[in-house]
């Protein structure tokens, strides 16, 4: 007979395991052995990626108190084209697109820290964009990329970006990667990007200001539809 200790452990394990407290997967340490110059890796990192599209959980604190808490529908593509969409409620509060410098609104309520962390968010995602002229050197377990105004810290054996500290208009901005997640969707779909891994949690902080990014889905180089990059007030209502 099975002893009712045995079952109890049994049980607690399952109740464990679904409720997702079993051993996270880590990123295989493919590039362990490997002695990569920057190229490699810059190479390596970005890949065939010109566009990225996250559905996100977004929270913003001031001094420590929140300011901001919405989901979001985040677009990414190269060169430095952002477009930003916030829900509450699955409803759309408002849309913001930041194109060849300049920034629209859909709603016309703006705030210029928005326009910030917007930029930043794209730094933190393209970070191998914009280090021209870059150094690096191996510290420890980690590859240090250094330029003017940057220092990026990436996990020797992952490739995957661990922290950034960028220095901008005399103002500084640290950025946090933590929690890595395989690109699911592509895996299931056996897409290009099967055996990506990305960052699936990006804290952002500068000044009083934090920002937490939590993505919840990624896509890479998703279609992009008529109205991803039209000019704010062309497409969209807000409410």
């Known amino acids: 007979m099975v002893s009712k200790k045995i079952i109890t452990s049994y049980f607690l394990f399952l109740i464990f395991y679904l409720f997702g407290c079993a051993p996270k997967i880590a990123p295989p340490p493919v590039y362990k052995n490997a002695d990569l110059s920057l190229e490699e890796v810059i190479t390596i990192a970005q890949g065939d990626i010109n566009t990225l599209k996250a559905i996100a959980d977004i929270n913003i604190e001031e001094d420590n108190t929140p300011y901001l808490s919405v989901s979001a529908s985040v677009l990414l593509k190269k060169p430095s084209w952002i477009h930003i969409r916030l829900y509450r409620y699955g409803i759309l509060t408002d849309s913001f697109l930041i194109k060849d410098d300049v920034v629209h609104s859909v709603s016309g309520r703006w705030n210029t820290k928005l326009e910030e962390f917007g930029m930043e968010l794209y730094q933190s995602v393209f970070w191998w964009e914009g280090i021209e002229n870059a150094q690096m050197h191996k510290q420890g377990t ?42 699911a969707v592509s895996a299931s779909q056996n897409k290009p990007g099967a055996d990506f891994w990305y960052p699936s949690v990006i804290r952002i902080e500068t000044g009083a200001y934090r920002l937490t990014v939590k993505i919840r889905r990624l896509f890479i180089n998703p279609p992009l539809e008529e109205n991803d990059f039209k000019a704010a007030g062309e497409s969209e209502e807000c409410y």
């Open 142 to 183: 980690e590859y240090v990329i250094r330029t003017k105004n940057k220092e990026i810290r990436l996990d020797k054996s992952t490739l995957l970006p661990k922290s950034q500290k960028i220095t901008a208009n005399s103002s500084k901005i640290f950025i946090l990667y933590d929690e890595p997640k395989k690109d």
